[in-house]
């Protein structure tokens, strides 16, 4: 099976690592808007008109399904895609409300740190959602500055230190942080670290374990190669995939 990965610039790339670290598909086609980059500060009615424009694009590409990377088009402009389009899509938002559940230990008791984008967290998918697994505390909150943080390989250091303090010292600590942007993963430990030690749950890996339960990928390929497409600068999004590890 040969998969889409759309994303809104270069951060689906940790989404399209796992899938191809997996070995569940034959191919992936990564698309990322980085002309129009970032969709997290912009509104539903041009997410949506991004979003389609995706679309029309795999509806013509030689993939049997989509995955939608990012997480303000998965909460804004999902059904929209779908409606549209001539082969399945899917989304990261119920995949990762899935990996919370899946961790056994959810409760009223249980407190769940959001942090995504300003889209994102002003939908109130992701709180509707954990609210109906019966979580008791919940903090959504949007942390637009580790985009530009993770976008410069700032993975560790005082910037990303100050700017841990600055999101989260006014939190009381979490029990699990749903990373609910995909550039969030490449600093997933540090952030896990500044409470203690959390779980902290990842797109890209939820998303593989969504796939596994919901489709039927009964093969495993040794290699899956990657073609990379950008809306623009497509040689600058190849040297991040491979700065973060992805096989080109």
């Not at 409470?195 to 339960?213: D, K, P, R, Y």
Request: with cysteine.
């Amino acid at each position: 099976m040969k998969v889409g990965v759309f994303d809104s610039g270069v951060g689906g790339l940790t989404v399209a690592k796992s899938l191809q670290q997996s070995g569940l598909f034959s191919e992936i086609t990564y698309f990322g808007d980085t002309a129009r980059v970032p969709y997290g500060n912009k509104d539903k009615a041009t997410v949506t008109r991004y979003a389609l424009e995706a679309v029309e694009f795999f509806n013509g590409a030689d993939v049997d399904c989509v995955v939608v990377a990012c997480n303000t088009v998965s909460v804004t402009a999902l059904e929209a895609m779908q409606q549209f389009s001539n082969k399945p899509v899917y989304g990261v938002l119920e995949p990762g409300v899935m990996a919370l559940q899946q961790l056994g230990t959810v409760s009223d008791n249980t407190r769940v740190l959001i942090i995504a984008t300003r889209s994102t967290i002003s939908s109130g998918a992701y709180q509707k959602r954990i609210e109906a697994l019966g979580v008791g505390h919940i903090d959504a909150i949007a942390t637009p500055l580790f985009v530009p943080i993770v976008e410069e390989a700032l993975f560790e250091g005082p910037i990303l230190q100050e700017t841990m303090r600055h999101y989260f010292s006014p939190l009381t600590k979490p029990d699990v942080v749903l990373l609910g942007c995909t550039h969030f993963p490449l600093i997933a430990e540090q952030i896990a670290q500044y409470f203690g030690g959390v779980a902290a749950i990842h797109s890209g890996e939820a998303m593989v374990a969504w796939l596994q339960q919901n489709l039927d990928l009964p093969l495993r390929f040794e290699q899956t190669p990657i073609r990379i497409l950008a809306s623009e600068n497509v040689e600058a999004v190849k040297r991040t995939a491979k700065h973060w590890g992805l096989s080109l």
